[in-house]
């Protein structure tokens, strides 16, 4: 249940950073990517039904997870979703913590290790999974370790803890976020069995040439064969026209758009100007088709946001991108958005 106060927080307090009243998005992450935390079902392969049916190891994970708010109760977990190779859970600090929410993360962390190591000692010894994780697992928080005094300080540090990569925090700043957090975090068992069922259209085809440029792409690339194709690209001179009181020409461009895609024609557009992801939101809603040039390529675990997976998922889109994945990049140049508005009148043109 959401709190009712959620649209008033003062989000991330000055001063209290990382210890005041705010909302967290954590995800803790088996790093070799096995799916050790459960099992993905999709009953009758529809992916609105899909689940993850959780492992010994991801029951104990949740324990660890649900105990959270038992040694901080400033903490309430809003929100949680465990994959067969991550946990998602979303945390709601209700007042000013003494520590840090990194220092509770830590502590989650720390739990995690003893069952993960739990899990790696099971695995070696044969041992009963159930019983091992039941008599093993602490909460987080705590710093007892039955199983390091089980066995001993020098066979249990060779243990391979699984979870040796800390927990990812992203701290959620702007109104609206959390509604758009807590529906990501709830659909991620849809969207991998999207994925499974859908291979071709989810994962990154590379060696995509066109108008003698080379692209990774991931979606329909079947778009690239339609016959007539228009770039989404509202001149600043439009929306300087707007701003002074005569928005006209900006109405009738965005319109001829829209228009256009509705007669057949694929948009071609990196969608930058908020008046072009206003085009590309009505292409969305009505299931038109498009190209998306996108500033960054595709990294191993790549996933489109919501809105843009679903139209993957309906054949509708194709994203493309000539550039190497940068997993540092934050943000757009100004070059690139020239670039890749050169790239779509090329597109286009072919």
């Avoid at 010994?56 to 994970?61: F, I, K, M």
């Avoid at 091992?132 to 370790?145: C, H, K, M, Q, T």
């Avoid at 960054?296 to 790549?302: C, M, R, S, T, V």
Wanted: proline share 6%.
């Amino acid at each position: 249940m959401l709190p009712q106060d959620h649209e008033q927080w003062h989000w991330q307090e000055p001063g209290k950073a990382w210890k005041g009243v705010g909302i967290y998005h954590v995800t803790l992450t088996v790093p070799t990517r096995e799916p050790l935390l459960g099992k993905l079902i999709i009953p009758e392969d529809d992916p609105i039904q899909a689940y993850v049916k959780a492992s010994h190891l991801g029951l104990a994970l949740l324990d660890c997870l649900k105990s959270v708010p038992a040694y901080h109760p400033e903490i309430q977990v809003l929100q949680y979703c465990l994959m067969p190779d991550h946990l998602h859970a979303i945390w709601y600090v209700r007042q000013t913590m003494d520590t840090s929410i990194r220092y509770v993360a830590q502590g989650f962390m720390r739990a995690a290790k003893k069952i993960g190591r739990a899990y790696s000692y099971i695995r070696l010894s044969d041992g009963t999974m159930n019983e091992i994780l039941l008599s093993s697992v602490v909460s987080a928080g705590s710093r007892e370790d039955p199983l390091r005094e089980r066995i001993g300080e020098e066979a249990y540090k060779h243990l391979t803890p699984i979870f040796n990569e800390h927990p990812f925090i992203r701290p959620l700043s702007r109104r609206g976020q959390l509604q758009t957090m807590i529906r990501y975090v709830q659909m991620n068992p849809q969207r991998l069995a999207t994925k499974h069922l859908m291979p071709d259209y989810f994962r990154v085809q590379d060696h995509i040439e066109i108008a003698g440029r080379i692209y990774s792409g991931v979606g329909n690339a079947d778009l690239l064969q339609r016959a007539r194709y228009m770039p989404v690209h509202v001149r600043s001179t439009m929306i300087d026209e707007a701003e002074h009181g005569d928005d006209k020409r900006l109405r009738d461009y965005m319109n001829s758009c829209v228009l256009a895609a509705r007669q057949g024609a694929v948009m071609v557009s990196p969608f930058i100007s908020k008046q072009e992801q206003a085009v590309m939101e009505v292409l969305l809603k009505e299931g038109l088709s498009f190209i998306y040039l996108a500033d960054n390529g595709f990294g191993e675990y790549y996933k489109p946001s919501d809105g843009i997976f679903e139209a993957v998922a309906n054949k509708q889109v194709l994203i493309l991108s000539p550039w190497e994945y940068d997993p540092k990049k934050k943000g757009v140049t100004r070059a690139e958005c020239v670039a890749m508005n050169k790239m779509a009148e090329e597109i286009c043109s072919f």
